[in-house]
Nanobody, 125 residues
Framework: QVQLVESGGGLVQAGDSLRLSCAGSGRTPFSQYAMGWFRQAPGKEREFVAHTDPSGDTIDYADSVKGRFTVSRDNAKSTMYLQMNILKPEDTAVYYC?????????????????WGQGTQVTVSS
């Protein structure tokens, strides 16, 4: 069992930056998990944002955030981060972190078995 808690969301203006955190806890070391960030806007399906392998050396991004968002992780602190720059109104959503526990493609939410409660990001124009 893994518990994940996201934080760092808020209300910002277009062009601003935010950094989200995802703190993990549980019996299995955080460093063993591949992890992802997803987001869900009102009335829309949950959308892939980024994925990192357990070490943080290999990271994949959705085209919509590539070049603006950066994922990092500090396994010693059991924490993953999502640095979001040049935010746009279309980035408005609840952001979730999750642990990947399946060989299903990393951009498919079905590959993830543990989810945080989410943190709201709102970008005004």
């Amino acid at each position: 069992q893994v518990q994940l808690v996201e934080s760092g969301g808020g209300l910002v203006q277009a062009g601003d930056s935010l950094r989200l955190s995802c703190a993990g806890s549980g019996r299995t070391p955080f460093s063993q998990y591949a992890m992802g960030w997803f987001r869900q806007a009102p009335g829309k399906e949950r959308e892939f944002v980024a994925h990192t392998d357990p070490s943080g050396d290999t990271i994949d991004y959705a085209d919509s955030v590539k070049g603006r968002f950066t994922v990092s992780r500090d396994n010693a602190k059991s924490t993953m981060y999502l640095q979001m720059n040049i935010l746009k109104p279309e980035d408005t959503a609840v952001y979730y972190c999750a642990v990947r526990r399946s060989s299903i493609s990393y951009d498919d939410s079905r590959a993830y078995h543990y989810w945080g409660q989410g943190t709201q990001v709102t970008v005004s124009s």
